[in-house]
């Protein structure tokens, strides 16, 4: 007879955990549990030193609507982390808040005629309710938005911190430029020469803008990468130090007719020298304007014109066709006395290395198309036994012996020739050994209003003045609608109540900056915040900081792969300078998931293959879709919707509940008295899980519990429900479950009669000696060919085995009465038979 289970919980806790009469209820469970989290702050981490910290970090959404198939994704890999961690006795920090600064809530604004806020605030609330819903454990009291005056007062704090250190400044620069939305637009929000939130084609155009000076820290970037090496995707890695591009070389001093100060060149190559043909110079640069003569310049100009509509991206793109014009001008090179045309190309930028590059079309891809294409001389100083590349069109590469290269002829090994190519430079003290760099300064203004403004006051006496740390934050005026329409410049110029004011230094009257910062600002320290959201003395307090950091785990896509994770990098090591810190990587480990896509193609209105998010949950519940997103794959790789069922995940979460509810021994029972069996596919599978998700081979994991399910139904529909080793692994099933489907497993825990919720439970104790298989199978081939398979005790002994093996009826029939000439057997797991 079934033994009975209590059907209410204890008096202290809350009626909406009474346990359901009968069936798993998956939308009953769901509101049950996210109420009774919530109200018993269950996720909230103790922070009182009585167990090991561990923070995992999300990276913080956008509330641009609700949560999308993409957010399932995301946020349920660090969910499953964090539970884990916490049921292995860490006190887990898991934080949630929203980067609400951004041109998306302007735009909307401005259709609505509505302020930002408006539109922001009721996404992030739509949001946070859908985030309560999806079983995130999150810890809700260290909630921010990046757009609160109490956020932002801190991000203008450092601000003026940066710029007291020299690493905030403001100078005139060519920008790429939105003519539509009237912004200044990131590189990578430039996609095909189009602005990727508007389509309108994007120009330059030469603002005064605020940096920060990320290049003096380029070093540090690079180098300590070797303390990530462990806890980040290679690819991440490889990416930083692709963009910061680290290179070493020469910088080389060409003389300019008519031009009382050389110009300076930076060459990984000095060595190619002798064979450089031509100079060519950025077009945008002041050094082309100032280098054109008269007669080139109506050809120069409109040139310039026409490389403003190409990005830096697609100027620098090896297949695009090279364009060029000469300024009329020649340089003499330093090596040889050799007159060296100059010409204006958009395959040099102008805020990279001088501005100005030595054209080697002998040995460069690049110059070799560039002198090509305009009838430049092609010299070769290093033979290498290839063609000539001004016949094949192909730039010699590789090791050779030096030819007609000067004191370098005859030489083969390039380090030596560089050497000594440098020797020669400096003793002429035209040139001399230099590191440059790929990485430029972070151009962080922005001509909008829905950002952090910047904290300075610009005084026509006193220059560019701080505003004074006690009257931070600098908050923004209250614009809406037309108000905030593009004009060119920031919207906030037009708010003069706001904009004029008195110096803090003189007291005459000046006007604020009216540029607001690039939201990648708001996002390089919102971590730190989170450790002590509600500190006043300070962006955060240093105590909390160094308990809880760096992160244990950070989840994120690869997209923010450069620039989010290397500014928040930047931004953490100067914080370290400052004393703030006692680290300079913030986060120790990095995981990327992919995409959620659908029939092959990233979801789209326009293709009409989107699916939407909440009807899933609302058809399957929200267990079966973060069990299917998991199982789907690993989590670097991108889930075709198309190709999974979270229909099928919902049956499986179904049988497992079963096992629960079948469940009839009582709590507390001797396990070792039950079926040894299943007690060893218990811990083997526990013992494996924990490996699994330590390695985030999640998918795995949830296949392996599948694999337990069925082995305790087995038991059950063999010899019933009551041995103790069902209970056993039906527990095990139950806690290992909630990682993936926190609501089946909270509904499983009550079930087996053990008081709320399952998220204090401990990860299951291992018992190593039941992680020996207890029998495995035994491969018995004849002539080589596999005959039989035999389940076989682990320790079984050869003669045993042969004799086994002999016997079995496939392996009769395979000899067919043949003698045996000799069995090998390699114990336990193989027998080989050789006929006569």
Request: proline share 6%; glycine share 8%.
């Amino acid at each position: 007879m079934r033994t009975p289970r209590r059907t209410a919980v204890s008096d202290r806790q809350h009626d909406a955990t009474e346990r359901p009469t009968r069936g798993y209820d998956v939308q009953a469970a769901q509101q049950r549990w996210m109420q009774y989290w919530a109200e018993n702050k269950t996720f909230e981490p103790r922070d009182d030193g009585s167990a090991e910290r561990r923070y995992v970090l999300d990276m913080f959404p956008y509330p641009s609507g609700d949560l999308h198939m993409g957010h399932a994704e995301a946020f349920v890999m660090g969910d499953v982390l964090a539970r884990y961690w916490r049921l292995q006795g860490y006190d887990v920090m898991h934080p949630i808040g929203w980067d609400s600064f951004g041109l998306p809530a302007e735009n909307a604004a401005i259709q609505r005629n509505a302020h930002p806020a408006d539109w922001t605030y009721a996404n992030i609330e739509t949001q946070a309710t859908s985030f309560q819903r999806y079983g995130l454990s999150l810890d809700w009291s260290r909630r921010l938005h990046t757009s609160d005056p109490e956020y932002y007062r801190w991000t203008q704090w450092l601000f003026l911190k940066f710029r007291e250190r020299g690493l905030a400044y403001r100078k005139a620069s060519f920008v790429n430029w939105c003519p539509q939305d009237q912004t200044v637009l990131a590189n990578e929000q430039v996609v095909q020469g189009l602005c990727e939130r508007c389509g309108a084609v994007v120009t330059k155009r030469e603002l005064t803008q605020w940096f920060f000076k990320v290049t003096e820290y380029a070093d540090r970037l690079l180098d300590d990468m070797a303390q990530l090496e462990e806890g980040w995707p290679s690819r991440v890695l490889a990416m930083q130090r692709n963009w910061i591009g680290r290179s070493e070389g020469a910088h080389v001093d060409f003389v300019i007719e008519g031009r009382g100060e050389p110009v300076t060149v930076f060459t990984t190559r000095p060595d190619t020298l002798y064979g450089a043909t031509f100079l060519v110079v950025a077009p945008e640069s002041p050094l082309a304007a100032e280098l054109v003569t008269d007669k080139h310049r109506a050809e120069f100009d409109a040139y310039v014109e026409k490389t403003k509509q190409a990005t830096e991206i697609e100027r620098q793109s090896t297949d695009r066709e090279k364009t060029g014009v000469f300024l009329g001008r020649y340089a003499t090179n330093p090596v040889n006395g050799d007159q060296l045309p100059i010409w204006a190309a958009d395959y040099v930028l102008a805020d990279y290395g001088t501005g100005a590059v030595m054209g080697m079309p002998g040995h460069d891809q690049r110059d070799l198309d560039f002198a090509r294409k305009f009838g430049i001389d092609v010299r070769v100083v290093m033979d290498t036994g290839d063609q000539h590349p001004a016949e094949t069109g192909i730039a010699l590469q590789g090791d050779g012996t030096y030819v007609d290269a000067g004191p370098l002829t005859g030489l083969t090994d390039v380090q030596t020739a560089v050497a000594r190519t440098n020797e020669v430079l400096e003793q002429a003290g035209t040139g001399r050994s230099a590191i440059t760099y790929r990485l430029r300064d972070w151009l962080l203004s922005r001509q909008r209003f829905w950002g952090c403004p910047i904290p300075i006051i610009h005084c026509p006496d006193c220059g560019e003045v701080p505003v004074p740390e006690d009257q931070l934050p600098v908050e923004l005026p209250y614009l809406k609608g037309a108000d905030l329409a593009p004009k060119g410049t920031s919207p906030l110029a037009a708010a003069t109540d706001w904009v004029n004011v008195d110096c803090p230094s003189c007291g005459g009257p000046a006007t604020r900056d009216t540029d607001t910062m690039d939201t990648f600002v708001d996002s390089s320290w919102y971590f730190f915040r989170y450790c002590s959201p509600g500190y006043t003395d300070g962006p955060f307090d240093p105590e909390d900081v160094a308990k809880w950091m760096p992160v244990a785990q950070y989840v994120g896509g690869v997209e923010h792969a450069i620039l989010h994770l290397l500014y928040m990098r930047f931004f953490t090591k100067v914080l370290h300078d400052m004393g703030m810190v006692p680290f300079e990587e913030p986060m120790r480990r990095l995981l990327n998931q992919g995409q959620v896509i659908n029939e092959g193609k990233a979801m789209s209105k326009s293709l009409g293959n989107g699916v939407d998010l909440g009807a899933q949950i609302d058809a399957y519940g929200v267990d079966a879709i973060r069990t299917t997103v998991v199982f789907a794959g690993p989590p670097e790789d991108d889930i075709d919707w198309a190709d999974v069922s979270a229909g099928s995940t919902l049956k499986f979460l179904q049988r497992a509940w079963r096992l629960a509810d079948d469940v009839t021994s009582e709590r507390g029972v001797d396990a070792t008295t039950g079926d040894r069996g299943l007690r060893g596919v218990t811990h083997r599978t526990v013992h494996e899980i924990g490996q699994l998700i330590d390695q985030q081979k999640f998918n795995v994991a949830v296949a392996r519990i599948m694999e337990l399910v069925n082995a305790t139904r087995k038991v059950i529909d063999a010899d019933g429900a009551a041995d103790p080793a069902v209970r056993e692994a039906a527990e095990a099933v139950t806690i290992m479950l909630s990682l993936f489907a926190p609501y089946a497993a909270e509904e499983m825990w009550e079930l087996l009669g053990h008081e709320p919720s399952v998220a204090n439970a401990s990860w299951p104790v291992v018992d190593e000696s039941l992680l020996v298989r207890q029998t495995v199978t035994c491969v018995v081939q004849v002539q080589g060919k596999v005959r039989a398979k035999l389940e076989v005790s682990a320790d079984a002994g050869e003669a045993d085995l042969e004799a086994l093996a002999l016997a079995d009826p496939n392996v009769q029939r395979a000899l067919d009465g043949r003698e045996v000439r000799k069995v090998i057997v390699r114990a336990p797991k193989l027998v080989s038979i050789v006929p006569a």
